[in-house]
């Protein structure tokens, strides 16, 4: 089974600007690596790598702004990486839709599966069940890893029944829900679907997220199922308490 990991990475870090370097490869700890025989730092896209290679993902894209150049400057001295990256460069990008996007005639045909560089989780090995779902039935063409969350108003919140995903709800003020989506896969249904929807629309005045899309992709008839995590957990790096969490507490 042929799954390509896409790794958006083309936003600005605002929340924790101004940073000595990319977000995606700011350091969170230190680790042994086997491979170097050594200590090395840990940074933070350094989880998805591994959460990937847990799942049998051998490759990834790293979809990139073009002056993140520290990201593949940093990767590319790197010889223990659990899976072979490729980058793609591009000016800027109005979302995450548009930045996912830019891959599509690389993973056109394939499956896909989406992680954010600044989310840890736990299990860590969370993206095998997702994908498992997802190839498992051959009505779905998403599935979607489901979370319980506390901050739902900063998350997309899951309505779904046993393991079909029913509605989402994008960064609500006020849920009663206690499930959000933090990882998904998808079928090239869902890929084909999101470069013909992103080219039929316009840039919104409000920022378009990856749950408005994924949504969009229900309303016109597409599939969605979910793998539901009720012992896991995950945070979010890129918002300064909970990296500083992370310092306290390197739980994850």
Request: proline share 8%; net charge negative; hydrophobic share 40%.
């Amino acid at each position: 089974m042929d799954v390509t990991g896409l790794i958006p990475a083309c936003g600005q870090a605002t929340r924790l600007s101004p940073t000595p370097c990319s977000k995606e490869i700011y350091p969170i700890g230190l680790r042994y690596s086997e491979v170097l025989g050594k200590t090395i730092p840990m940074v933070v896209s350094d989880c998805l790598l591994e959460y990937f290679a847990k799942a049998g993902i051998s490759q990834a894209i790293f979809v990139i702004r073009n002056d993140k150049t520290d990201i593949p400057r940093y990767f590319e001295k790197r010889k223990d990486l659990p899976v072979h990256l490729d980058f793609i460069h591009k000016e800027s990008s109005p979302g995450a839709p548009y930045t996912l996007d830019f891959a599509y005639e690389y993973v056109a045909g394939k499956i896909t599966a989406l992680g954010f560089p600044d989310i840890l989780m736990r299990p860590a090995d969370a993206f095998k069940p997702v994908i498992d779902k997802l190839v498992g039935n051959e009505a779905l063409d998403i599935a979607l890893g489901l979370f319980p969350i506390e901050r739902k108003y900063s998350w997309d919140m899951v309505e779904f029944d046993q393991d079909e995903v029913r509605k989402i709800h994008v960064k609500p003020q006020d849920t009663h829900l206690t499930y959000g989506w933090t990882i998904a896969a998808w079928k090239p249904s869902f890929a084909s679907f999101m470069h013909d929807y992103l080219a039929k629309t316009a840039v919104p005045n409000r920022e378009l997220y990856i749950g408005h899309v994924l949504q969009a992709a229900m309303d016109d008839g597409l599939k969605a199922g979910c793998a539901l995590f009720p012992e896991g957990a995950c945070i979010d790096l890129g918002k300064p308490e909970d990296l500083s969490a992370v310092y306290r507490t390197p739980v994850f």
